[in-house]
């Protein structure tokens, strides 16, 4: 009894302390992880990141403790009890209130005076960021938001409306779990976000090629509602994007919409040379010089949806249109040839149009004993039309003409099921996936073809994550069906295995190592597998493949990383093996006398990868530095060729603020994309972002390579029968942009409950040149 007063009465002396400045509730329960039972007097201490002593209280008879704690940018929150493990939960830009529900202590078997310190084991691949008073006054929207975070690997920009992931992985967007684009988290008000979750490690669950997710979790306006836009525009080329976004909330229910367009217009200087090397020793040189290459794009997004949030349900509606339009994609070239001693002038008008409703159905359920159950069904139908026009003529004499019109359309239905069950000490997740679609495509013109193609893929997996001490580990089995058919062709039906393992080991709050390995099968694009053939030019032609087979994918990942207050840096070795991929392939049609560009499985690509990353903030956090570096060694051998390449690649972000002004600097080379025999060397800009921060909203300015940054970008095909080299000088830099934004909301807000399945089709199996 004099115990429990003793351990009181410094817990009233510790809960004084937290009352010096501004404070933020934290509550939740400790429980026994094995027997599920209450842990009560389990001591509760906050930490700041050097391990200094803040505040602290312990739990109750019920393992409950809530606590006060002075305002600050991070701090960690140590809970321990006699016979259990110390945990340690690193909370970032915490602000108001947090309940962090239940935490489970596990019995320490090991001596007391070997405590073991680790995270929650169903976080073992999560960090939490909660954004500042500081970050959302900056703000005006959730790339911002994103931005100032300094997520690992993560790259926002303002300009594009875009978010990206260094690497070759994909990033995926979530909003209370519900699948999002980077548009959608452009319309997101800061004021709705509580906190970001980030998955640096994400299982099977999530896809074959998922690198990193990005989950935001908002609160939710249980009356009235929203309206938000962002526009930018540029004063010297036709480019720029508009958004709008707004909802009406009703209780537990939330209907919403978001319109977004996105319109680009290049104009530039292109040369070309091309080799034809024939059998019989003769070569023909063609330079191409393009006088004026206009590309212009439209991209239009637009979706409504309704939602219902329950206790322990969710369901969830979406109806989406997207449309992409380019009008132009337009060239006016001069071509010389060594068989040719006067210049043929060659004109190309070619524009397409792909339009793509969906509808997406979710419904979630928690059950009992920490279960929980989700369906998702999408529907989709998509058109695509393909308009090619390709004339030469000398002194006004057509020599050479090649027409073709494609119309297609694809009809698709997603299903998945997916089922989730937190134990003890860890967590197992299984779920399949099924997808049926149907193609159908008719090439007319110069050459006159329809394709139908139906295709299925059923997919199941199985994971398990869990930790053990400092040891966190995941381990994941999928197993898939890939059926397709083509008109005219025997179908094809593969079985494959997708394993994946992972091992994350913490040597304290700031140091870990990670590595993973995983399998993956990758199938043929429907484009390829059709057996149609379009003439390039009157030398060359492109034909697919419909013996394509599905080939494997090895990856291997190993990762250190640092975690400080204020640095956080990582080094990642990563190699990418791939058997079979299917790569281009050249060779000479003797009976048309053609150089048939096609597809094949070749025999392997090998990728070796080192990359650091780095985020750094300084001066109260008024300067951050964000951003990485890596190297690249490539291997591309096919069955007749054998390429090798090394190229260095950066991307290095600056946010400075004083006051309410705020200027962004990013420096841009992107990796060179690489892949059979060809590689691309893409531009390298430098992009500068002013902005005021205003009641209503932001004004700003912004440009691209606005000190005459050199802008080009090249292309090179190493086939030994037809050799082709492309350089482009682009004209539309340097640039200006204005940018404006406002928002305006009104109601109570309430945290949403989350959604678990993500799925879309964007496939049309049109073959293009």
């Known amino acids: 009894m004099k115990f429990k007063k003793y351990i009181l009465l410094v817990s009233c002396l510790l809960s004084v302390l937290s009352l010096f400045g501004e404070n933020f509730d934290i509550k939740g329960i400790v429980k026994d992880s094995k027997t599920n039972q209450f842990i009560p007097y389990a001591n509760i201490i906050v930490l700041n990141r050097d391990s200094t002593f803040v505040c602290g209280t312990i739990t109750n008879e019920k393992g409950l403790f809530h606590l006060n704690r002075p305002a600050s940018a991070e701090f960690l929150l140590s809970i321990s009890s006699v016979g259990y493990a110390k945990q340690l939960i690193n909370l970032k830009g915490m602000t108001k209130k947090i309940d962090l529900g239940v935490l489970a202590l596990n019995p320490n078997t090991e001596k007391l005076d070997e405590v073991t310190v680790h995270a929650d084991n169903r976080r073992i691949d999560k960090q939490l960021y909660f954004p500042t008073k500081e970050i959302k006054a900056k703000s005006t929207n959730g790339l911002q938001i994103t931005q100032r ?11 594009s409306g875009t978010i990206s992931l260094g690497g070759s992985k994909e990033l995926k967007l979530l909003i209370n779990g519900i699948e999002a684009t980077s548009q959608e988290v452009l319309a997101l008000n800061p004021k709705e976000i509580l906190r970001v979750d980030y998955y640096d490690n994400p299982g099977l669950r999530y896809g074959d090629n998922i690198g990193a997710i990005i989950d935001y979790k908002t609160k939710r306006i249980t009356s009235g509602g929203y309206m938000l836009a962002n526009l930018t525009e540029s004063l010297t080329h036709e480019s720029g994007y508009g958004q709008a976004s707004g909802g009406f909330n009703f209780k537990k229910s939330q209907l919403k919409f ?51 949030s329950g206790k322990k349900d969710m369901f969830n509606i979406k109806m989406n249109l997207f449309e992409l339009n380019h009008p132009h994609i337009d060239s006016d070239n ?36 920490k279960q929980s159950f989700a369906i998702n069904l999408v529907g989709t139908y998509g058109k695509n039309k393909i308009d090619y026009n390709y004339f030469e003529f000398l002194k006004e004499n057509e020599l050479y003409r090649i027409i073709s019109n494609v119309d297609g359309q694809r009809q698709s239905l997603i299903g998945e099921v997916f089922y989730e069950k937190q134990l003890s000490l860890g967590t197992i997740t299984a779920g399949v996936k099924h997808t049926q679609g149907n193609t159908t495509n008719e090439y007319r013109g110069s050459t006159s073809y329809t394709t139908r193609m139906d295709d299925a893929s059923t997919y199941g997996f199985i994971q398990y994550k869990g930790s053990w001490g400092k040891l966190g580990y995941m381990g994941a089995f999928g197993l898939a069906r890939d059926y397709f058919s083509q008109q005219g062709q025997d179908d094809y039906i593969k079985w494959s295995l997708t394993p994946k393992i992972s091992l994350n080991y913490k040597f304290d709050k700031t140091y870990s190592l990670r590595c993973s390995s995983q399998l993956s099968s990758i199938d043929p694009e429907l484009s390829y597998l059709s057996d149609v053939e379009l003439p390039v030019n009157k030398y060359q032609s492109i034909i697919g493949n419909p013996e394509l087979k599905t080939y494997l994918s090895y990856q291997n990942e190993l990762k250190f990383s640092i975690n400080k207050s204020s640095v956080r840096t990582s080094l990642s070795l990563t190699s990418y093996l791939y058997k079979n991929p299917i790569m281009e392939e050249t060779y000479f049609d003797e009976a048309k006398q053609l150089f048939i560009r096609s597809y094949n499985n070749q025999k392997s690509f090998h990728n070796l990868k080192a990359q650091w990353n780095v985020g750094a903030s300084f001066i109260d956090e008024h300067l951050s530095i964000n951003g990485y570096v890596g190297y690249n060694h490539e291997a591309s051998k096919g069955n007749d060729y054998a390429h090798y390449r090394n190229s260095l690649y950066y991307v290095i972000q600056m946010i400075a603020d004083y006051e309410k002004f705020t200027f962004t600097f990013t420096s841009v080379q992107l990796p060179h994309p690489f892949w059979g025999e060809t590689v691309s060397v893409r531009n390298s800009y430098n992009e500068y972002n002013l902005t005021y921060k205003v009641p209503w909203g932001q004004v700003g300015v912004s440009s691209t390579n606005l000190f005459g940054e050199k802008s080009e970008s090249h292309s090179y095909d190493y086939n030994s029968m037809v050799a082709d080299k492309t350089i482009i000088y682009n004209k539309q830099y340097p640039s200006f942009e204005l940018y404006l934004s406002f928002n305006l909301d009104w109601g109570k807000q309430y945290k949403s409950r989350g959604k678990n399945l993500d799925n879309s089709d964007s496939s049309d199996g049109v073959l293009q040149k």
């Open 149 to 159: 975070l300094m997520l690992p690997e993560i790259i926002v920009s303002e300009k």
């Open 258 to 308: 978001n319109y977004l367009v996105n319109h680009h217009a290049i104009h530039s200087l292109a040369l070309k040379n091309q080799n034809y090397n024939y059998p019989d020793g003769n070569n023909i040189l063609r330079i191409e010089k393009t006088n004026d290459y206009h590309w212009r794009e439209i991209y239009q997004n637009a979706n409504i949806s309704y939602n219902y």
């Open 334 to 369: 001069e071509i010389t040839t060594t068989e040719a001693n006067e210049i043929i002038q060659n004109n190309i008008r070619e524009n397409t149009q792909t339009l793509r409703p969906s509808l997406d159905l979710y419904y979630f359920k928690q059950l009992r004993n």
